[in-house]
């Protein structure tokens, strides 16, 4: 399909706060994402103040060379917010009160026991000729507007309200209202394993792919997905064909590497959850560097309580004695950053806890606290079964102390995967 | 100072990468800031892709609009990279080789134990009618334009490489050739208050403001920056004007809620960390439904370890009462999620790491979990000085499980805050 045809988005994003630099707009990444799996193309993304001349004049522009115009910030109920009145205005419409949304809203300020203020209010008024989509995490309402076969949609600007009115109701509507060519996207996720390494092992298959279909490496903290899309107009045929090349990656990368193959939605903490539960087990954390990361990771997974006991952020030295029996003068001979101490730590956790499994990690995160034998980024991570099986290994990062945290994390995840499959 | 007065610039970021989202456009956000901070206005921020025709309408729209444009991204040495020729196009000059860049790319290289091949000489070709700006930390040099009173300066998209271009030389010449007026930002955080809440008390001074000085309000997880922007000709009378608005909004809103009063960069948890440090005092977590998440972010600031010992995330109940000594009975009889066990949970911390100060949670994350009495968003948060002095109070949350964890995350940070101001 060339371009011509292909269906052009323009994204808009609103606030002062993105033009002076102290937000980052991460909602055009996740709009253009989304919008690229539907086959849709980002023309422009453009980003403008609070001010109505603006945002008229960036809407006309975006209405000009697109099909569909995607806008988010500016909703709230502050006097600098003024997208609604000035999308009211352009589509020459009136603000009026929508009782749908009112209820909403005076439903959810009440379960909050929050006043119902007259700014909490004025979030009920809406542009009349337009469809408003309700916000089911937020108090501000979406907007969609038709004009001239052309859709322009109004989103607030909070990230995880944009996430959730996207995949509710803004791209099957979109999927609906326009007629879009047919993508498939297959996604294998690794970890483990760096980039350039992985991209050497599937080389023949990457080589041999046909022109639709194309390959892009997603690096984010160690974990990277390899998404395969491919374009066309058979559908079913086009599935098979992609599957086809998915299942030579993974047959490469899997199982050491290789933990989803199609589910892109699947986080490494969750597939360590179905591993555990599987097996009708349990594990528990001993955390030093991350400080309680990996935990937060494994609690994110909703119904992780079936699988995780808990854990022990032994950030002093004296915890680690008291709280996982590891042995003072282990940690005086080896250091708090040394296999001997995270091979204590990782039975202290289950000795503690009574899991099956455990994680300990002890690093230096940095900036500070390397030395030239453990430099910033020395991390030891040990993995166990109460049977006693145990794994160590030290890994050697080189980042800032939010990065190295980071991947320290997910690198412990996937260690622990490697026990669980005994692939260690 | 009218807005027709201030100089003004527009950001285009160049690179098919971040339009299919990718990549998330960091660079605008720094470019943004520094601008602002010498008093340049933010006009509009665009992102292309990498197509001749897309940058050409983004650059003729740009110097239209605006004083200066910076364009950053599409100068490596790949095909796909067009930056470079389009420029030399469009303002009707020659790319040629540039003796001065060649030497330095060869000498970059040969440090590097690098080959010189022809795709790295092609670095050094570069437009003739322009000013050539070495990059530093990089192989890809900056390029100045002047046109009719206008700059146009393109850069490579590598955000360190960015950072040092910009400090290094363009700032600099910035502020030298243009005029700039002064733009003041304040801003202060509050914590433990609604957005809305905090508009209505303030609402004095923010209708006292006067034109040249504007107030936004920017929520993110419970946490509430308050940003003044002033913009004058007297640098000195406008910091005083800006400061004394500032006051005020402190005056109303310290110490219970606002917590930085001019230090935009400054974190929650940075300042409990700050707290600590200047009582000499230490603390530590227990925690159910945000499993880490409190402890993480205490540790994500470098030198925690001075007054943080750790923490215990007992997510199941035996771990509550191994590792915490929480009474099984109690949590027989009134539940996890209560008043009585956050109580003890709180003082198991103290008495296991010894800390002077604790902080613990139990809550219900959601999605499943909630009962009638205790819906999804439950939590009790308890904080406690070793003296025995302790507060615990129950939140009403209502939102996905990641959005609760982290609100009761920064809500626990707050809580704490007050307990060791002595505000409860």
């Given at each position: 399909m060339s371009e011509q045809q292909q269906l052009q988005a323009t994204i808009i994003t609103i606030g002062d706060e993105i033009l002076i630099g102290q937000t980052v707009d991460t909602n055009s990444a996740f709009l253009g994402e989304e919008l690229s799996v539907i086959g849709i193309g980002v023309r422009e993304i453009i980003s403008v103040a609070d001010q109505r001349d603006r945002i008229v004049s960036a809407l006309g522009r975006a209405m000009q060379q697109s099909d569909i115009v995607l806008l988010t910030g500016g909703l709230g109920p502050t006097k600098d917010d003024i997208t609604k009145a000035t999308l009211a205005a352009y589509f020459d419409t009136e603000l009026v009160l929508n009782e749908a949304i009112y209820a909403e809203i005076e439903a959810y300020m009440k379960k909050r026991g929050r006043p119902m203020m007259d700014s909490v209010k004025s979030?009920?008024?809406?542009?009349?000729?337009c469809t408003v989509i309700r916000n089911h995490v937020g108090t501000c309402a979406a907007m969609w507007f038709e004009r001239a076969g052309k859709v322009v949609v109004s989103m607030p600007g909070v990230p995880h309200e944009v996430k959730d009115l996207m995949n509710r109701n803004i791209l099957p509507k979109l999927k609906e209202t326009f007629d879009t060519p047919s993508i498939i996207h297959h996604t294998i996720k690794c970890v483990g394993l760096g980039e350039t390494i992985v991209a050497a092992k599937i080389e023949s298959v990457e080589s041999a792919l046909p022109a639709h279909i194309k390959l892009a490496y997603l690096p984010s903290k160690g974990v990277l997905r390899l998404r395969l899309s491919g374009m066309g107009t058979d559908e079913e045929g086009l599935k098979g064909e992609v599957k086809d090349y998915a299942d030579q990656i993974w047959d490469i990368m899997h199982p050491k590497y290789a933990f989803v193959n199609g589910d892109a939605n699947k986080q490494l903490e969750e597939h360590i959850g179905e591993l555990l539960l599987e097996r009708e087990a349990t594990m528990a954390t001993a955390e030093s560097c991350t400080g309680g990361a990996i935990a937060a990771k494994i609690v994110s997974i909703a119904g992780s309580s079936r699988y995780f006991e808990g854990g022990i952020v032994s950030y002093s030295n004296a915890l680690k004695h008291t709280?996982?029996?590891?042995?003072m003068d282990t940690i005086e001979e080896f250091g708090a950053v040394s296999e001997e101490v995270v091979t204590q730590m990782v039975f202290g956790a289950i000795g503690r806890t009574g899991a099956d499994y455990a994680v300990a990690v002890s690093g230096v995160a940095g900036p500070g606290g390397g030395s030239k034998e453990k430099p910033v980024g020395t991390v030891w991570i040990a993995t166990a079964h109460k049977s006693g099986r145990i794994f160590a290994k030290r890994y050697q990062l080189a980042r800032t102390r939010a990065i190295n945290i980071a991947l320290t994390t997910n690198l412990a995840l996937a260690q622990l995967r490697w026990q669980i499959l005994e692939l260690v």
């Open positions: 979030l009920a008024m809406l542009p009349e000729d709280a996982l029996s590891v042995d």
